[in-house]
């Protein structure tokens, strides 16, 4: 089996360190190893074993190859900022923060959800579908796959996608040469003061999605989508 990696594009400041198992025999275990070691200032590692048991806390400090077992590391930056109103500048400090987080050994880079503005379902307004893209030549998608063939980094590349007469909360995976792999459109769409995501976003059509990038087997789930 090999493992798959479940990203939410709901932020956080720091990285994951995922250690992927292959085991000779799936039906052991009934779902891959995926361990965990959680690292930036502002994320601790967990105090509680986690309770599934395919689940550990740590990684092993040095993953070996044995027989029946091959170890591998993924490096995974999840990463915050501050968004202006200016969509140019939030997308020249994705950028800056995707080439920061390469030389820090990241294989994955995850950009907020919606970073190219500030976060806009707060409030209901017609004029606001004017920040929708097509997925096709989409500019932002274009830029970022170029940043990731440069900096040798998979990206899942969230983006507000008008389609016809529809709009998705749509997350583009981008794999580290380049290669536009496809898109996944946000399945469960919250409602409520302050995230009033149903008057922009129609359910996602797309299914859940899983790519097989250069550094692993990458599915994604957005924000509400964990639920």
Same mark, same amino acid.
């Given at each position: 089996v090999s493992a798959t990696t479940v990203i939410y594009s709901s932020s956080f400041v720091g990285s994951v360190r995922c250690v992927f198992e292959k085991v000779p025999d799936p039906g052991l275990l009934g779902a891959p190893h995926v361990m965990l070691d959680f690292r930036g200032p502002e994320i601790n590692p967990p105090t509680k074993t986690p309770t599934h048991?395919?689940?550990?806390s740590e990684a092993p400090q040095n993953p070996t190859t044995t027989k029946g077992t091959i170890m591998r590391e993924v490096t995974f930056a999840a990463t915050q900022m501050a968004c202006s109103k200016n969509s140019k500048d939030?997308? #020249? +400090? %994705?950028?800056?923060?995707?080439?920061? %987080? %390469?030389?820090k050994g990241a294989n994955v880079v995850l950009i907020q959800e919606l970073f190219e503005t500030q976060y806009f379902c707060k409030?209901?307004?017609?004029?606001l579908f004017?920040? %929708? +893209?097509?997925?096709? #030549?989409?500019p932002t998608i274009h830029l970022m796959s170029q940043v990731a063939k440069d900096n040798n980094v998979v990206l899942p590349v969230s983006f507000f996608e008008k389609s016809n007469k529809a709009h998705f909360n749509t997350i583009a995976m981008i794999d580290s040469d380049g290669t536009i792999m496809g898109r996944y459109r946000k399945s469960h769409i919250p409602d409520g003061p302050g995230y009033q995501e149903k008057f922009?976003?129609?359910?996602?059509?797309?299914?859940? +999605?899983?790519? #097989?990038? +250069?550094?692993?087997?990458v599915g994604v789930g957005i924000c509400w989508d964990q639920w």
């Amino acid at each position: 089996v090999s493992a798959t990696t479940v990203i939410y594009s709901s932020s956080f400041v720091g990285s994951v360190r995922c250690v992927f198992e292959k085991v000779p025999d799936p039906g052991l275990l009934g779902a891959p190893h995926v361990m965990l070691d959680f690292r930036g200032p502002e994320i601790n590692p967990p105090t509680k074993t986690p309770t599934h048991p395919c689940i550990r806390s740590e990684a092993p400090q040095n993953p070996t190859t044995t027989k029946g077992t091959i170890m591998r590391e993924v490096t995974f930056a999840a990463t915050q900022m501050a968004c202006s109103k200016n969509s140019k500048d939030n997308i #020249d +400090k %994705a950028v800056n923060i995707i080439e920061s %987080a %390469a030389k820090k050994g990241a294989n994955v880079v995850l950009i907020q959800e919606l970073f190219e503005t500030q976060y806009f379902c707060k409030d209901q307004k017609e004029e606001l579908f004017e920040l %929708a +893209k097509p997925f096709e #030549d989409n500019p932002t998608i274009h830029l970022m796959s170029q940043v990731a063939k440069d900096n040798n980094v998979v990206l899942p590349v969230s983006f507000f996608e008008k389609s016809n007469k529809a709009h998705f909360n749509t997350i583009a995976m981008i794999d580290s040469d380049g290669t536009i792999m496809g898109r996944y459109r946000k399945s469960h769409i919250p409602d409520g003061p302050g995230y009033q995501e149903k008057f922009y976003f129609n359910p996602g059509n797309t299914g859940f +999605k899983v790519w #097989d990038t +250069k550094f692993c087997k990458v599915g994604v789930g957005i924000c509400w989508d964990q639920w």
